[in-house]
């Protein structure tokens, strides 16, 4: 059993086996363990309460690019407010420092691979820090595999509790999970009902009608030129799909 020290005021810590998490007992401080590595806890406040939180999530869901019904027809089934741990590693790479986050714990929610930290935001964490109702998410991810996939070299590196909403909510019988972020209030939604069917048809619709009468044109200018309702045709397709591609990748 390896010995680990309290980053923060040197004494020894009892790390039960099996677990990741240690308390100093001498500074309270709450420390995470790996097998190489003893890492500080730190935590980035709410600034959106789960009014506010509430708030996001309705005007998410009528947006422009949603399914028409969605923002009266959407049932909230979860809405939870949590810390979900990350890990913060501080890298130099060229000589930059650059901040790399990964997910401490393992999750399948949109948004959590790519979550940002606002600089300043860290506050330590320890037992007497207030998580305001908010669910403290323990780490289960070993920090250890992340380091493989680096850049640069290593400054240090913590773990961050993030505050986030985690919201599921049905539509049309389907289930849908998104997360919004409880520092900057952005939205991180996987699959969601969109309108990307209804869209599709009318851009599809106007390509082929612009290369109609593109085509007639042609006729009109000369016969030769009757391939272009065929190439015209076949163009504003493309272009249609495109179109819709491009759109729906925004969407993303
Ligand atoms: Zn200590």
Request: aromatic share 12%.
């Amino acid at each position: 059993m390896p010995q680990f020290t309290c980053p923060k005021c040197g004494a020894g810590l009892e790390v039960k086996a099996g677990t990741h998490i240690a308390t100093c007992q001498y500074c309270q401080t709450t420390t995470y363990i790996d097998r190489s590595t003893a890492l500080f806890f730190y935590l980035v406040p709410f600034t959106i309460d789960e009014t506010k939180a509430k708030g996001i999530f309705k005007r998410w869901s009528a947006g422009p690019s949603m399914a028409k019904e969605l923002e009266h027809n959407a049932v909230i089934t979860k809405f939870a407010k949590e810390y979900f741990p990350v890990f913060q590693f501080r890298r130099l790479v060229k000589e930059k420092e650059q901040i790399v986050v990964k997910p401490a714990k393992g999750t399948t929610l949109p948004g959590m691979q790519n979550l940002v930290i606002p600089p300043g935001s860290l506050t330590i964490f320890d037992t007497a820090t207030a998580t305001d109702g908010a669910e403290v998410l323990k780490p289960d991810l070993s920090i250890d595999p992340y380091f493989e996939d680096l850049p640069g070299k290593a400054v240090d590196q913590s773990i961050v509790y993030f505050p986030a909403y985690e919201v599921t909510y049905t539509f049309k019988g389907e289930k849908y999970e998104l997360v919004i972020d409880g520092s900057s209030g952005d939205v991180y939604t996987g699959p969601f009902p969109g309108r990307s069917s209804g869209s599709y048809l009318s851009v599809m619709g106007l390509a082929a009608a612009l290369g109609l009468f593109g085509g007639l044109l042609g006729i009109l200018v000369n016969p030769v030129f009757f391939v272009l309702v065929i190439a015209g045709f076949f163009a504003g397709n493309i272009l249609g799909t495109k179109l819709v591609q491009k759109s729906m990748e925004s969407k993303k």
